[in-house]
Structures are given as C-alpha cells and as structure tokens.
C-alpha cells in the first residue's frame, strides 16, 4: 500500500507549476545557493519560514527548532550558523519567534512533558528572571505574549555572545542580526526593534577577544641537556 501518496502528488503538482512560470529555476537552483538571510525559528507547523515572507527556495537558509532557542551547546544550532555567516556570507540573520508559542507556555508551567523539559529550561529560566513584569501583566495571553517577545531578544543576544558572530563583525562582514515576532492569528510580522551589527553594541563582558597567537617553539635542545634529563 502506497503512503503519503497526497503529498507526492503535491510535490509533482508544485514543481510543474514552477517549471512554468520559470522553465531555468530548478536547473539554477541546484547549481548554487546563495541566500542573503538566515532564519532561527520555531518547529510549529504554523510558522512556514519561506512562506510568511514570500521567498522561493534557495533565498532563505533555515534553521528551526522548539521556541526558536539560541542555546551555546546545541552544536546543530551553532552548526547552521557558522555554514550560514561563514560560508554562505549571509548578511542577515533574522530570530523569529511566534505569539502564544506552546514552548514557551509550557515554560511557564510546572507540568512534566519529558525530554523537552531540560530543552525549555532555557525559557523558564528566563521567566524567572522577567517574572515581576510578566506576572503583572493580566491577561493570561498577554503575559504569555510578553514572554514570547522577551524569549526573543535573549535569543538575538545569545547569537551576539558567540564567537561565530563576532569574528564575522571583526573581519568587517557585512552582517546584521535582528528579532522578528509573527502572529498566528493574522498572519503578520512584528519587527520587534532589535538590530545588531557591530561588536560595539554588545556588553563588554560577553565580548570575545581573540587568543594571541603561539609563540613558535625552539626546538633546539642544548648540548647535555638529553643527559641532564636522564640523570
């Protein structure tokens, strides 16, 4: 019995109705890729990257897990970035998250979901640290909407903390990064304010200095030192 047969339908329909409108995209799609923007986002199924901002493959590289975290030991993370800044050269990175975001509700609360749970206490530990103004806030999904904004300007200042970013700035690539917000209920993008594009806007304690460079070895030995070591 075959399975998935609507979406391998879909597929066929979709890349003819390309093929259409431009009979070279495919053909010069799959010789190169050089995408100006870097997208960290959420997994929900709501929030189609491409999509929402109207771009075609190959002008968005893309990378998205629970609650759009930026986090300093997920390799798979620091692994798109470095690709994305270092060998695609892109000049935009843009961290959107999404308004009532189920990660960062879950983060709110006190239920075990399992695995997650160690992922998303990330977003409880800032909750704890903004919860006098979030808790103030009355409306249940208001308070949970500020924590979904909150979640992403510690994002945007994570990825400004690596060293993947600041040795870009210090080699004088042309890079910014920014932090969106999309709403689910109409569909629209909400520029939350924050642009980053130099290491000078960054707090100095997370600044990354480089390491000087080693100092050559002599790696001549002086005459009776062999014997001296022996004795």
Known sequence: MKVLTQLAENNRSWARRISQINPKFFP????QQAPEYLWIGCSDSRVPAN???GLLPGELFVHRNIANLVVHTDLNCLSVVQY?????KVKHVIVCGHYRCGGVKAAMGNTQFGLIDNWLRNIKDLYAQHRAEV????????????????????QV????????VQSAWRNGQD???????????????????FYVSSVDQIPDLYRVVPAPAPQPVNAKVKKGAGAAART
């Open 84 to 88: 994305s800044i270092e060998v695609l």
């Open 175 to 193: 890079l910014m990064i920014h932090g969106w917000i999309y709403g689910l209920h109409d569909g629209l993008i909400h520029d939350l304010g």
């Open 51 to 53: 999509e929402i901002v």
């Open 157 to 164: 200042s994570n990825l400004c903390h690596t060293s993947i």
């Open 135 to 154: 808790d103030s806030i009355h409306d249940p999904d208001a308070r949970l909407d500020r924590l979904c904004e909150l979640n992403v300007a510690r």
């Open 28 to 31: 010069t799609l799959a010789a």
